[in-house]
Antibody, heavy 124, light 107 residues
Framework: QVQLVQSGSELKKPGASVKVSCKASGYTFTSYAMNWVRQAPGQGLEWMGW????????TYAQGFTGRFVFSLDTSVSTAYLQISSLKAEDTAVYYC?????????????????WGQGTLVTVSS | DIQMTQSPSSLSASVGDRVTITCRAS??????LAWYQQKPGKVPNLLIY???TLQSGVPSRFSGSGSGTDFTLTISSLQPEDVATYYCQKYNSAPRTFGGGTKVKIK
């Protein structure tokens, strides 16, 4: 079945970096975009941006430029989110979610499925 | 950027009640609107896409309607397992903005 499996929870100190992985299975990885969504404690869903798994081109939402990097390893059908210079306010659950259809032609698409989420806690 | 505004932010209803949640886009988005359900401590789950198409496996008491700027999610008969926060989302072009969420509780 189609699924996204994310890496486990992380506890980091302020100023450190973290890399979250999202491994896809059950479909052709490069046929769909991959999105990243943040949910801070007790808050709503916030779209961080997406990466074109065909070209590797990332698009970042406002507020997620500079310290946030999306990347891929298509050989293992995995997308990555790296956050550098971590701050306490980066404490959140980070989700990956499959989105737009990229091939054979581009189509806007809803988010489904979602990964199980990765809790990143930033604390000294 | 297009803003997505949900109302109410929370509601409390009795089992069996009809519940309606609205989502308004600041500009027209045709029918590129999805609804997600997030139960406490769980992953968001797709309920409806293309404004009114029920995702496979979702109970038929859920329905969606609307087009352009105004959308509605309806639960025809609220069940205890429907306690959750519901989010709308536009998915035509970036940013793929979510609404602020509606928390549904049982009275």
């Amino acid at each position: 079945q189609v699924q996204l499996v994310q890496s486990g929870s992380e506890l980091k100190k302020p100023g450190a970096s973290v890399k979250v992985s999202c491994k896809a299975s059950g479909y052709t990885f490069t046929s769909y975009a991959m999105n990243w969504v943040r949910q801070a404690p007790g808050q709503g869903l916030e779209w961080m941006g997406w990466i074109n798994t065909n070209t590797g081109n990332p698009t970042y939402a406002q507020g997620f430029t500079g310290r946030f990097v999306f990347s891929l390893d298509t050989s293992v059908s995995t997308a990555y989110l790296q956050i550098s210079s971590l701050k306490a306010e980066d404490t959140a659950v980070y989700y990956c979610a499959r989105g737009d259809i990229l091939t054979p032609y581009y189509l806007y698409n809803w988010f489904d499925p979602w990964g199980q989420g990765t809790l990143v806690t930033v604390s000294s | 950027d297009i803003q997505m505004t949900q109302s109410p932010s929370s509601l409390s209803a009795s089992v069996g009640d009809r519940v309606t949640i609205t989502c308004r886009a600041s500009q027209g988005i045709s029918n590129y609107l999805a609804w997600y359900q997030q139960k406490p401590g769980k992953v968001p789950n797709l309920l409806i896409y293309a404004a009114s198409t029920l995702q496979s496996g979702v109970p038929s008491r859920f329905s969606g309607s609307g087009s352009g700027t105004d959308f509605t999610l309806t639960i025809s008969s609220l069940q205890p397992e429907d306690v959750a926060t519901y989010y709308c989302q536009k998915y035509n072009s970036a940013p793929r903005t979510f609404g602020g969420g509606t928390k549904v509780k049982i009275k």
